[in-house]
């Protein structure tokens, strides 16, 4: 499985990005991906996730109304596009599927790719 994050860079607020999540190594299509971010000094958060099954959507309370995730099964790709951008916005945001394997659950990650609003 290998994810690779890409669309990071610096933004001022208001502005909007769209961050890519290519995949290969596996059934994109049959699975779930997530976007999560971690910003210095806090705990890595879920932002956005969407279902394989239908696309349904999830977001997080502080993203939601302004970030919109989506997959095209056909690139084998997750997008996040983020309008509005706050400097609070401000992360690392990596792109994460998971698969269990004998009942143990096993977690797969991007490199990250670096948000920074700010004026």
């Known amino acids: 499985v290998q994810l690779v994050e890409s669309g990071g860079g610096l933004v001022q607020p208001g502005g909007s990005l769209r961050l890519s999540c290519a995949a290969s190594?596996?059934?994109?299509?049959?699975?779930?991906m997530t976007w999560y971010r971690q910003a210095p000094g806090k705990e890595r958060e879920l932002v956005a996730r969407?279902?394989?099954?239908?696309?349904?959507?999830n977001y997080a309370d502080s993203v939601k109304g302004r970030f919109t995730i989506s997959r095209d099964n056909a690139k084998n790709t997750v997008y996040l596009q983020m309008n509005s951008l706050k400097p609070e916005d401000t992360a690392v945001y990596y792109c994460?599927?998971?698969?269990?394997?004998?009942?143990?659950?096993?977690?797969?990650w991007g490199q990250g790719t670096q948000v920074t609003v700010s004026s």
């Open positions: 190594g596996f059934t994109f299509s049959s699975y779930a």
């Open positions: 994460n599927t998971w698969k269990y394997i004998s009942g143990s659950k096993l977690d797969y």
């Open positions: 969407i279902f394989s099954a239908g696309g349904t959507t």
